[in-house]
């Protein structure tokens, strides 16, 4: 049953590839604004979870309601335009594109919806400000280190406002110091915008940034709360 | 460093091809397809000299020409052979009649044995059409029993039409030169006549812009599988290897998709051989034991593709610093240099210069200056390509988001775009210079027959002893035909032997001389002088009324004729002379049969012109039937508006063929490298999707990323084609004139090999931007 006032809710997802079952009967609800790790060994099905609530893989079974909405009756432009527009993404090696400059990658999902070049190069400057990285916005991916890579992304997964941050591994590829400052900016920059995030790490440091934490093993969740 | 070292270092990275696992396997064996692909061109090309000069020595070993310069008697090593070649359809049926004279009479290469009377041996070609159902109207004329086919040594072609048949009594036709008595088959005179210097030319650069290309080809496919490869050298780094010896690793292992391609090379060559032996293009085909390339040409691709392939990594490595925890782009690669590559073209302009302006009369052009020049003037394309997109693209501003994508994808690393394109544009290039020549020189090697096909559009030669009248009659019931003409024609001399004025004699009912002249009235019996013809100054001299002529009269060294006397008759009228169904104006006599001396029949030839029906279907092989049912030996000629030169036509042939191939060859190449860039950026493009991107935007992203090369590369191909092809006018002397035809459509030929190439590679795009890129374990 969905949790009153949850923004993002699934229950009983299945999901196999081939042979391997990567979820069985998880379940995973958010609020607005709400941090939430899930956390997991590697092959746990976490990133199978992520994918599947941000609507880019479908599940074979199982409900997900987003904002009250089936996401599952939704079709793949639908659930595009609901990325595009209501979500946002980090990934663990960032996938910034090369060719672009860190300005231009910032400002590019909010050209895929439309808004004109240079208002959305305003913008994404604003951002690369407020994840100080502002002094790179000409350079491109390639020019710069892991860390500085993965502040953009994160001011390219947040400048659509969006109300779902997912964010997959997101410090996965940098040192602990890196790590943490891009935590500590991720978290505040999503808290500022009443962003709720979903957090995939293994790691309880990155873990620890979290309002609440849910558990895979096995394809099945378990939250750490209702546990407690 | 040494020798040893380097061989070390090669072997290493050959190891490392083939030990990668399937990933490692299937790298090097695209990278050997492609090669492969291009070394089979290659030799094909190369063996094509060698089949054209088998295809002559077959030709010259059973020739039998009708006008031979000394006669010789009746023998009996000799034999008679009538020339006796058909139509079918637009195909010309090689057919001779065989009358051997004695026990020793030899016989034509390939056939073992003489056909009797009511027989034939037949070409396998042949065979097969007279067997199957489209050949009944054939297998109509050839109704002789087929008791055997003509060996491979007598035919200059799998796909040849040909037959011997019996024959008897053919000796008189020698005079008729529809026959002719030889002792032994082939011309062992001189040898081949030397190509005509514009013809050579024309080889030369055909075979220059077929090769080039595929060149091109060979060092893009050797880089197959790049990206991945540094960053297994990058390991290597990480372990001890250094900059130089991760370089000769690299090359290593281009030697080893090298060689691996030079044996599938090999392989695809025994096939593209074999299936060269079935193929006819434009009515010219080979048998596979043709297509041999010669041992040097071989050896020569056999060492240049692998060190090609060992060349073109060094220097492609040459940007790239593998260092131990990756490899390093500089994010902006050094500016390109404009100067030496503005060198190459010039340098080739400069080789050709001298050959400017000496025209066919002049006799040779330089063949390596030529080669030489051709080859600059178009390696100039594949320098200067990666320099103008690279200066083109960093001026190119932001537009939509594909837009955005594809330009500073260009803008990164435009090399590998210009590579994609650099064959196309040298293609291009290349055939638009040849294009040029071919029309500038086309007049030259075309000649209008000047016949008028609105009023007859075949031309039936009847043999003397067949009487004119029902031979006409018989065309007329034929099926498809509209009208016929009927004539016997001949000379009329003033001397029977050695005349020192002669004019045409023209005789045929009043409706077929109304279509040589203008008649003022006529009937049965009346006789027409036409003066006035331009060049035929005899016809006022001869037409004098009571004055004899001698119809057919004798020549030195030629036959005894059948000369028959003729009087001018006093009633002789005048005619004007309108064009003629032959497309010319003819003066002489026009006689109607009531006053042709009886015996005139052995002194003239008879000639049939046939209007057809344009919707009668097959109306031409019923003619055909027709007239092979008058008598065997009558001759059947389809009229055409022009004739072309046979050499040209198969140069220009043989360069719309290789044109083919390689731009197909080119395109495989064009589709492994984009779907090699796309698997590179699997993850990126997945995650492109997962935040919300539209597949349409990906895919016109590719498409702009592979137009935009290409627009520059065929407006640089234009320029270099347009070039080239006025300097080869200029040398052959032949007033420049731009055929926009061919250059749009040459570009437009090479745009559609990209569009096809982009249209092909959507799918596995779609697929690649599934989630499944997204997963890491």
């Not at chain 2, 490869?229 to 991760?246: F, I, K, P, Y």
């Amino acid at each position: 049953m969905t949790p009153p006032g949850s923004l993002l809710c699934a229950e009983r997802l299945h999901k196999a590839y081939g042979p391997t079952v990567a979820l069985d009967g998880a379940g995973f609800s958010i609020h607005p604004g709400e941090i939430v790790a899930v956390m997991g060994p590697s092959g746990s099905g976490k990133s199978t979870l992520l994918h599947c609530l941000a609507g880019i893989v479908t599940p074979d079974s199982g409900t997900i309601t987003y904002d009250g909405r089936e996401l599952s009756a939704m079709n793949d432009a639908q659930r595009s335009a609901l990325r595009r527009s209501e979500f946002g993404f980090v990934f663990q090696f960032g996938q910034l594109v090369p060719e672009l400059t860190c300005v231009e990658n910032v400002a590019l999902p909010l050209r895929l919806n439309g808004t004109p070049r240079k208002e959305a190069e305003r913008a994404a400057l604003s951002w690369l400000e407020r994840l100080e990285v502002d002094d790179l916005a000409k350079k491109r991916p390639g020019e710069v280190s892991g860390g500085q890579g993965q502040r953009v992304a994160v001011a390219r997964a947040l400048v659509t406002r969006p109300r779902v941050l997912f964010a997959d591994e997101p410090t996965g590829a940098l040192d602990s110091l890196n790590g943490e400052r891009v935590m500590e900016l991720l978290t505040e920059a999503a808290r500022a915008t009443s962003a709720a995030v979903v957090l995939v790490t293994h790691e309880a440091r990155v873990a620890a940034y979290s309002d609440r934490e849910i558990v895979v093993r096995d394809g099945r969740s378990r939250d750490m709360e209702h546990a407690i | 460093m040494n020798a040893r070292q380097w061989a070390r270092d090669l072997a290493q990275g050959v190891r490392f091809a083939f030990t990668g696992g399937r990933e490692g396997w299937v790298r090097a064996v695209l990278t050997a397809v492609g090669v492969g692909l291009g070394v089979a061109l290659l030799l094909l090309t190369t063996a094509i000299p060698n089949a054209l000069a088998v295809r002559h020595d077959r030709e010259m070993a059973r020739s039998d020409d009708l006008v031979l310069d000394t006669r010789i008697p009746a023998a009996a090593d000799t034999v008679v052979v009538a020339h006796v070649d058909t139509e079918f359809g637009d195909t010309t049926v090689r057919g001779r009649a065989l009358e051997p004279e004695g026990p020793r009479a030899p016989l034509p290469p390939g056939v073992d044995r003489f056909p009797a009377v009511g027989e034939m041996v037949v070409s396998p070609a042949l065979k097969e059409v007279l067997e199957s159902d489209s050949g009944k109207l054939l297998r109509e004329r050839l109704p002789d029993r087929i008791v055997g086919t003509i060996g491979e040594s007598g035919l200059i072609g799998s796909a040849e039409l040909a037959f011997y048949r019996g024959g008897e009594d053919l000796a008189p036709y020698i005079d008729d030169a529809r026959a002719t008595r030889i002792d032994e088959f082939g011309f062992s005179g001189s040898p081949a006549e030397p190509l005509d210097p514009v013809l050579l030319l024309l080889v030369l650069v055909v075979f220059v812009v077929l090769l080039m290309p595929v060149a091109v080809f060979i060092a893009a496919a050797v880089r197959f599988g790049g990206e991945r490869r540094d960053r297994r050298l990058a390991a290597l780094r990480l372990v001890g290897a250094d900059g130089r010896m991760t370089r000769r690793i690299a090359a290593g292992e281009a030697l080893a998709g090298a060689v691996l391609g030079l044996v599938f090379g090999a392989v695809f060559f025994l096939i593209g051989r074999e299936v060269a032996g079935g193929v006819e293009v434009f009515h010219v085909s080979v048998f596979p034991s043709y297509l041999n390339p010669s041992p040097l040409l071989a050896l020569l691709v056999a060492v240049a593709v692998p060190a090609a392939a060992v060349l073109v990594t060094l220097l492609a490595l040459r940007g790239v610093v593998i260092e131990p925890l990756g490899v390093v782009r500089t994010a902006r690669p050094a500016r390109r240099r404009l100067w030496w590559r503005l060198l190459l073209p010039l340098a080739g302009l400069l080789m050709l210069y001298p050959m400017i302006g000496k025209g066919r009369g002049n006799g040779d052009f330089n063949q390596y200056l030529v080669v030489g020049g051709v080859v600059l003037l178009l390696v100039g394309v594949t320098a200067l390509l990666p320099w103008v997109v690279e200066a083109v693209v960093a001026r190119l501003g932001a537009g939509a988001v594909s837009w955005q994508l594809a330009v500073r994808r260009l803008q990164l690393s435009s090399g590998t775009a210009a590579r994609m394109v650099n064959g196309i544009a040298v293609a291009v290039a290349g055939a638009i210079a040849l294009q040029m020549l071919f029309a500038g020189v086309d007049d030259d090697y075309t000649r209008n027959t000047e016949h008028d096909l609105t009023r007859a559009q075949m031309q039936v030669d009847v043999v003397r002893t067949v009487p004119l009248e029902s031979a006409a009659e018989k065309l007329r019931r034929t099926e498809g035909v509209r009208a016929v003409y009927a004539y016997s024609e001949g000379m009329a001399g003033d001397r029977p032997k050695e005349p020192e004025s002669s004019t045409w004699v023209t005789a045929g009912d009043c409706a077929a001389l109304r279509e040589v002249a203008t008649l003022p009235s006529c009937r049965d019996g009346d006789v027409f002088a036409v003066p006035g013809v331009e060049y035929d100054t005899e016809t006022p001299k001869l037409a004098v009324p009571g004055r004899t002529l001698y119809l057919d009269p004798s020549y030195e060294g030629g036959p005894e004729r059948a000369t028959v006397a003729w009087r001018v008759p006093h009633g002789l009228k005048q005619a004007r002379a309108r064009t003629w169904l032959t497309g010319a104006e003819r003066g002489g006599f026009l006689i109607t049969p009531g006053a042709l001396p009886a015996e005139a029949g052995q002194a003239l030839f008879q000639e049939v012109y046939v209007a057809l029906d344009p919707s009668a279907r097959d109306a031409r092989e019923h003619v055909r039937n027709a007239a092979a049912a008058l008598h065997p030996m009558t001759n059947t000629t389809t009229w055409a508006a022009t004739e072309k030169s046979g050499r040209f036509t198969s140069i220009r042939t043989g360069l719309f063929a290789g044109a083919v191939c390689v731009l197909a060859l080119i395109g495989a190449s064009l589709l492994v490298s984009q779907l090699e860039q796309l698997r590179e950026r699997r993850k990126l493009l997945s995650s492109l999707v997962a935040f919300g991107t539209r597949r349409r935007t990906l895919s016109l992203s590719v498409l702009w990323q592979t137009a935009v090369p290409i627009a520059l590369g065929l407006l640089l191909a234009s320029a270099v084609g347009l070039t080239l092809g006025t300097v080869l006018l200029k040398m052959t002397d032949t007033p420049v004139r731009v055929d926009w035809t061919s250059v749009l459509s040459m570009t437009g030929i090479g745009a559609a090999v990209v569009l096809v190439v982009t249209l092909l590679s959507l799918p596995p795009l779609l697929r690649l931007m599934r989630p499944d890129g997204l997963r890491t374990e």
